[in-house]
């Protein structure tokens, strides 16, 4: 297991492993395109990461689109400020 943080512009997986977790992310910040998600390392994220990449990953759907709504609101936030949110 990596001992550094997981980082990801990818909306979806990020709300995959919000699910997964039943947490947020430590940070969400400007990337050099688009914004990150920042994760704890564990192996919970990166068997999500695994999962979705395989596209094998089954998760509960209504929890699954609030996290990515709550994700595309803090997203748009961060891309309109240039300014990085710790929920």
């Not at 297991?1 to 979806?12: A, C, G, L, P, Q």
């Not at 564990?42 to 068997?47: A, D, I, K, N, P």
């Amino acid at each position: 297991m990596r001992h550094e943080e997981f980082r990801t512009t990818d909306i979806e997986l990020s709300a995959a492993i919000m699910t997964a977790l039943n947490q947020k992310p430590l940070e969400i910040v400007p990337g050099r395109e688009l914004v990150e998600f920042v994760f704890p390392p564990s192996e919970t994220v990166e068997e999500v990461a695994l999962k979705y990449a395989a596209g094998r990953l089954l998760q509960e759907v209504r929890r699954l689109a609030a996290n990515r709504s709550w994700l595309y609101r803090r997203a748009r936030e961060v891309a309109r400020t240039g300014q990085g949110v710790r929920p």
